[in-house]
């Protein structure tokens, strides 16, 4: 059983910059691959990031390639996801998840765990 904790999200400016943290209870940190989700107003919950077990192999979403970069602490049993050139588009709830499966990737069914979402707004 994982527990998942995201914190970290807010209000920002277009152009700026937030770094969202998952911390992970109740398991091995690195037993699990890590992701992240966001929900906007009125759309289906997107995949945005998705990190190995060891951190050494990440994957992206077109829309945030090469502006947000997923990370983890295994020590600290944490995932950031870093968030720069932020634009209005990216206004939406944020959700990690967890995987126990290896091959996890861009599918929410393919994650177990799911912490409870942090609220992240990009005004212009």
């Known amino acids: 059983q994982v527990q998942l904790v995201e914190s970290g999200g807010g209000l920002v400016q277009a152009g700026g910059s937030l770094r969202l943290s998952c911390a992970a209870s109740?398991?091995?940190?690195?037993?699990?691959?890590g992701g992240w989700f966001r929900q906007a107003p009125g759309k289906e919950r997107e995949f945005v990031a998705r990190i190995s077990r060891s951190g050494g192999g990440t994957y992206y979403a077109g829309s945030v390639k090469g502006r947000f970069t997923i990370s983890r602490d295994n020590g600290k049993n944490t995932v950031y996801l870093q968030m720069n050139s932020l634009k209005p588009e990216d206004t939406a709830v944020y959700y990690c998840a967890a995987s126990t499966y290896e091959w996890a990737s861009v599918l929410l069914q393919q994650y177990n765990y799911w912490g409870q979402g942090t609220q992240v707004t990009v005004f212009s």
């Open positions: 109740g398991r091995t940190s690195n037993s699990y691959v």
